[in-house]
């Protein structure tokens, strides 16, 4: 059975900074590609980051490029999602999923969290 954790939401007032991790337990090789969105209230669910060992990239969405780190630490299978500089606008659901195969280019993510909140005040 494939679960997949996320933790360190919160709040924080903008310009903080938050680190959300993603803990993924069962049958999910390192070489998952694994990612994070968010979905804010009224609002579509959106992709913020990915991340693909196998093939050694990264993805960040435009709205958070400069701000936003995704990172994965392959021995404990954890993806973290640094988000510096926040802003209102980031505040929403953030959700980590993993994907059926390696890469993330048209990834399948089948695999998804129950979701941490952020929460970023002005």
């Known amino acids: 059975q494939v679960q997949v954790v996320e933790s360190g939401g919160g709040s924080v007032q903008a310009g903080g900074s938050l680190r959300l991790s993603c803990a993924a337990s069962?049958?999910?090789?390192?070489?998952?590609?694994m990612g994070w969105f968010r979905q804010a209230p009224g609002k579509e669910r959106e992709g913020v980051a990915t991340?693909?060992?196998?093939?050694?990239?990264?993805y960040l969405a435009d709205s958070v490029k400069g701000r936003f780190t995704i990172s994965r630490d392959n021995a404990k299978n954890t993806v973290h999602l640094q988000m510096n500089s926040l802003k209102p606008e980031d505040t929403a659901m953030y959700y980590c999923?993993?994907?059926?195969?390696?890469?993330?280019?048209?990834?399948?993510?089948?695999?998804w969290g129950q979701g941490t909140q952020v929460t970023v005040s002005s």
């Open positions: 999923a993993a994907a059926r195969g390696s890469s993330c280019r048209g990834a399948d993510f089948a695999y």
């Open positions: 069962g049958y999910i090789p390192s070489s998952r590609c």
């Open positions: 991340i693909s060992i196998a093939e050694g990239t990264t």
